[in-house]
Structure formats: structure tokens, C-alpha cells
T-cell receptor, first 112, second 117 residues
Framework: GQQLNQSPQSMFIQEGEDVSMNCTSSSIFNTWLWYKQDPGEGPVLLIA?????ELTSNGRLTAQFGITRKDSFLNISASIPSDVGIYFCAGQPQGGSEKLVFGKGTKLTVNP | GAVVSQHPSWVICKSGTSVKIECRSLDFQATTMFWYRQFPKQSLMLMAT?????????EQGVEKDKFLINHASLTLSTLTVTSAHPEDSSFYIC?????????????FGPGTRLTVT
């Protein structure tokens, strides 16, 4: 089946640093979404991308839909302690299905 | 963003009993909802797609007779874990697609922690 390769698996950074994570796939996706999940909670949608090349920001978060439609990245600028959590990428593959394919997540730890 | 709620947020039940989990879209109508299961430190595993007014579509390996899904209205889907066993203990999360002019986005509920003793 389709898979998303998300990296890095985990990150340990200092408060104030910038963070970058990405997802790649061998197949084309129509939509890319980025979620953040806190322990014991459901994922919260951060950014949705619909078009190849699209660059979208949400506060300190910026995400881009790759030109090839096979990848996406998420950047977090000037990290703060509340950025701690697990970030998941998800994509809607071609074919009309509304199901999402998820990456395995990037666990972010921010040291104050 | 759109809001999805789940009830209960946690439940403990005895082995052999059935448990029902509700998923509601609070400020939008959802013709399609999804049920996921998540094990500790892992990603979300899609169990089934819940379609309003029709039968759910289950992913390979998911027992449809054990995980009963009902999507009777545009704002409510339920997952019933029948004859629960300890191995069914997990974090269950639902989601729903909210449609916009551009496309649709999938919003998640807060999850339900099921513990079977």
C-alpha cells in the first residue's frame, strides 16, 4: 500500500530554534495535511495544502506542497515549549478515495 | 476549524461486554467519518470508513462483526466494540471530513481510551 516516509523520527531542540520536518512518498498525493497530537488527545489540524508548489503559513508554522506532489515539509520558527508533541503528515492519494495516508510522526521535544 | 467530539473520553469495561463510542460533528455535517485505532507511540491505523446512510467500509484485517459502525445521521457515527477482550484496549479516534469550496479537511475527535479488564 501507499506509504509516507516522515523524518526525522524525533527531534530535541532548544527553545527559540527553528525546526524542519518532511514527508516523502513514491506516489502522487492530491492533498497534504499536517497535524499535531498531544499525549492523550486527538490530532489537531495545523495546515492543509491543496496545490503543487503551494506554500502556506499558520503563525510560526509554514508548510509547502512539493512541486512533484510527492513530498511536503513543515517548518516551525522560533520554537517554544508548547510546540512539544508529535507531528504527523497525512496525504490524500490520487484515486478519489477520501481516506488519508499517515506518516509515522515526528516527536518534537523543546528544551526551555 | 470544524469541531468533532467523542464520548466517552475514557471507558473501562469487563471482558465479554460491549462498549459504544459516539463521534459527533458539532458545527458541520459529515457524510463521511473515519474510525482509527492508535497504539502507544505509533501512528494512526484506519479501521473503517463510516458512510451516512450506508454500510461502513472496513480496512483489511478489521473484523466488522466485532467493530460495529453505525452512521445514522449526518452528525453522528458510533463504534461498538462487541465482546471486548483485553487486546481491544486501545485509543480510538474518530474523524470527519468538512468540505469547503477548495476541497475537504479531516478533523479529529479527542479520542476515547478503552481499557478492557
Amino acid at each position: 500500500g501507499q506509504q509516507l516516509n516522515q523524518s526525522p523520527q524525533s527531534m530535541f531542540i532548544q527553545e527559540g530554534e527553528d525546526v524542519s520536518m518532511n514527508c516523502t512518498s513514491s506516489s502522487i498525493f492530491n492533498t497534504w495535511l499536517w497535524y499535531k497530537q498531544d499525549p492523550g488527545e486527538g490530532p489537531v489540524l495545523l495546515i492543509a495544502l491543496y496545490k503543487a508548489g503551494e506554500l502556506t503559513s499558520n503563525g510560526r508554522l509554514t508548510a509547502q506542497f512539493g512541486i512533484t506532489r510527492k513530498d511536503s515539509f513543515l517548518n516551525i520558527s522560533a520554537s517554544i515549549p508548547s510546540d512539544v508533541g508529535i507531528y504527523f503528515c497525512a496525504g490524500q492519494p490520487q484515486g478519489g478515495s477520501e481516506k488519508l495516508v499517515f506518516g509515522k510522526g515526528t516527536k518534537l521535544t523543546v528544551n526551555p | 476549524g470544524a469541531v468533532v467530539s467523542q464520548h466517552p473520553s475514557w471507558v473501562i469495561c469487563k471482558s465479554g461486554t460491549s462498549v459504544k463510542i459516539e463521534c459527533r460533528s458539532l458545527d458541520f455535517q459529515a457524510t463521511t467519518m473515519f474510525w482509527y485505532r492508535q497504539f502507544p507511540k505509533q501512528s494512526l491505523m484506519l479501521m473503517a470508513t463510516s458512510n451516512e446512510g450506508s454500510k461502513a467500509t472496513y480496512e483489511q484485517g478489521v473484523e466488522k462483526d466485532k467493530f460495529l459502525i453505525n452512521h445514522a445521521s449526518l452528525t453522528l457515527s458510533t463504534l461498538t466494540v462487541t465482546s471486548a477482550h483485553p487486546e481491544d484496549s486501545s485509543f480510538y479516534i474518530c474523524s470527519a471530513n468538512a468540505y469547503s469550496a477548495r476541497s475537504y479537511e479531516q478533523y479529529f475527535g479527542p479520542g476515547t481510551r478503552l481499557t478492557v479488564t
